[in-house]
C-alpha cells in the first residue's frame, strides 16, 4: 500500500496567463484507479509508485500539457539544479523534509526542452508515502 499525496500544481497557460488546475489519472495495470485534484490524497493498492502510470489533464483551459516528464526523488537523492517556481519551495526544501520512507514524485508539463526557463519540474508535485498508516475497520 502506498498513500499518494497531491500536493501542488504550479503552472500558467502562457506568459502571465492564469493557473491552471490540473487532474491527475491514476492508472494501475492500464485501468483508470482514480483521479484525483490538488491537494488530495489517496491509498493504492500497490507496492511502488512505479507500478502506477499517470495521466494529466488541465481543467478548463485553452492550453495542453506537453509530453509529461517525470522525477522520483528519494531524501538523500541529488536534486536537479533548477529554480523554485513561484511561491513554491524549492525541491531541495521539500526533500528535506521528507521521512526515509517518502520520495517526491516531480512533472514538468509545460516543455520537454530542459533548457527552457519553463522547465522546473514543478507543474504537478506527490509525495509518495511508502509506509502510510492505515486503519482497519
Ligand atoms: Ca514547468
Redo the contacts with the bound molecule.
Sequence with gaps: MIELLYLASQ?QCGTNGSPINVNIDIYQNSQLVRTISVEEKVLLPVDSVRDLTFKYSFVNSSCNPSTPTEMVLAPNDLVPDLPG?YEQQSIQEILDGLNDYEELFLV????TNTASS??????VMMIVNNNPVVFAD
Design positions: 503552472i517556481a514538468e508539463l509545460g516543455t519553463a522547465y522546473d519540474l514543478q507543474d
